[in-house]
Nanobody
Framework: QVQLVESGGGSVQAGGSLRLSCAVS????????MAWFRQAPGKEREGVAA???????TYADSVKGRFTISKDNAKNTLYLQMNSLKPEDTAMYYC???????????????????WGQGTQVTVSS
């Protein structure tokens, strides 16, 4: 059974940084595609960053240049380094994984079967 557990959320002031982690346990037939999503109150869940099986990454325009997604395959852990945080980055952040996703759909929530419970990020102005 696949389990994803996020950590690293918290409260920071605008301009600050946080690093989120997502520990992955369980079996995937092949190295999974993984991503970070976020959902603010009253808004739809949106893709933030994704990393493909070959290590290539995709970012939402709103976080390009500020966020970096990475993965440590030896530790089965996904990371999201968030710099220059803004109040509009405030949301619950989720990691997600799946075995096979088309590149153009990496930031689409419906493409992922496995989800963590989320970690809250709050950025104050």
């Amino acid at each position: 059974q696949v389990q994803l557990v996020e950590s690293g959320g918290g409260s920071v002031q605008a301009g600050g940084s946080l690093r989120l982690s997502c520990a992955v346990s369980g079996y995937f037939y092949s190295r999974p595609f993984m991503a970070w999503f976020r959902q603010a109150p009253g808004k739809e869940r949106e893709g933030v960053a994704a990393i493909a099986r070959d290590g290539s990454s995709t970012y939402a325009d709103s976080v390009k240049g500020r966020f970096t997604i990475s993965k440590d395959n030896a530790k089965n852990t996904l990371y999201l380094q968030m710099n220059s945080l803004k109040p509009e980055d405030t949301a619950m952040y989720y990691c997600a994984a799946d075995s096979s996703i088309a590149t153009r759909l990496l930031l689409v929530p419906a493409q992922y079967h496995y989800w963590g419970q989320g970690t809250q990020v709050t950025v104050s102005s």
